[in-house]
């Protein structure tokens, strides 16, 4: 007797979310010119535009769409909520720390997107892996970090800090870390103090050590803390260092700081997400020593490379240390072990399926060469320096430091009233004009504003205009009279 459901076909195909080749071209036409034009105008927009913002917003709160709609409805809605944005990729946004955006960054993600191979596991794509590996090999050869060290791409600055701070613990406390210490100065970035609650640690075991006249971390009170810990029978751990703060770009005494950190058996851990780039420049050793020294580094590509947010890196000098952190067996992946002749980045990172972040990293250095990273970093340095030349000769300003990088940190010292409302005003009208972006911080209570040069865009015309812009900012609040109209860029 035969089955009769042997012979039975299968279910019929659901509707095809493949595009046919031409449909394909067609959106991808559509959606490539719609980006080149934007690019092409970013010059002549305003630096940031929230107007009805709001409304825009509410727009996209609605139900998940059963039927689908035109990709050109699409695209002009997300232009809309494009054009209701702090201008990030703009020339003239010198706030917080700017994000680069570098095209060729953008074909990689759309071709690796595309293509869409898994990277995680070595031996599911070698050569893309090894691509990847390249990647993180040219960055940590780049900026002078030791050869052997094994690195990995994250999605910025705030992961890497967490991952290289879950990397020490495991390598240095394992699951005993209740009497540990972290050292950080007033001045580290605030992702550190996340990581370490992040990673289990009490928010009262970060230690947040004093800085200088120069916003630097003081080595004598790092020393003393230390100290006072080890006497109170806590187990000083790790020390952070910043190469480069995002407040003004002060540069720890990363050689003495890993002095101590030998001395003491502390793991060095050095930010260098805003500043490691930096190196790159000539005479980028001496401008930022000691970056060799750290057990694990943080640099973000999409600061100081100019790549698009969603791009950092964690470099550690201990190659075994990230697989010490972050192996881990399964069954289910029993077919995926392979021999140690690559990096999976499933063994040395938390995450398992990711987008193959590797070529947008590789591609436009591989385009580009190193050569053009360097002139464009040394090209931010000598901004900041010309910024802060014209600034402390503009009068009632004050400069806070001379730049240690790209940053320039001021304030005006107004004939009467309150000094924090008077800069606040500064920067309210200066943003007004919206022909630049910046962004304030506030030290010991006054409040401070700063220019950070480091967009790719941003050359001598937008730094000019954003001088130019607070000079007129501080007549204008001094008189309480607004001045004649300003150009807008075009
Ligand atoms: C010194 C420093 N560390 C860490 C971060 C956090 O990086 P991300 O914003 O990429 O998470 C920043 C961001 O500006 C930074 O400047």
Known sequence: MSDPTWNAPPPPDAPSLDLSADAMRAATELCTRWAIDHIASLHAQPSWDLDGA?????GFREPPPEHGAPLETLLQRFAGAVEKSFNTAGPG??????GGGLYPAALADYLSLAVNRYVGVWNAAPALAAIESAAIEWLRSLVGYPAGARGILTSGGSMSNWIGLVTARRNRLDDDFARAVIYVSEDTHHSMHKAAVLAGFPAGRVRE???DARRRMRVDALATAIRADRAAGLQPFLAV??????????????????DLCVQY???LHVDAAYGGFFRLVPAGETLLPGLERADSLVLDPHKGLFLPYGTGCLLVRDPEALRRAHAFRAGYLQDLEHPEEGDSFA????ELSREFRGLRVWLPLALFGAAAFRANLAEKLALARWAYEELRRTPGCECLDEPQ???VAFRFVPRRGDANTFNRRIQQRVNGYRRVYLSSTTFDGAFVLRFCILSFRTHGREVAMAVEDVRRAARE?????PLEPLPRPG
Do not use: H, K, Q, R
Not at 54 to 58: F, M, S, Y
Not at 93 to 98: C, G, S
Not at 347 to 350: A, L, M, N, Q, R
């Open 54 to 58: 709001g409304e825009v917003a509410a």
């Open 93 to 98: 946004y010198l706030a917080y720390i700017p």
């Open 209 to 211: 050590v004093g800085v």
């Open 241 to 258: 260092a910043s190469a480069g703060t995002t407040n003004t770009g002060a540069i720890d005494p990363v050689p003495a700081i890993a």
């Open 265 to 267: 058996d502390l793991w």
């Open 347 to 350: 063994d040395i990172s938390p």
């Open 405 to 407: 990088l790209s940053v």
């Open 477 to 481: 609040v001094a008189d309480g009279e």
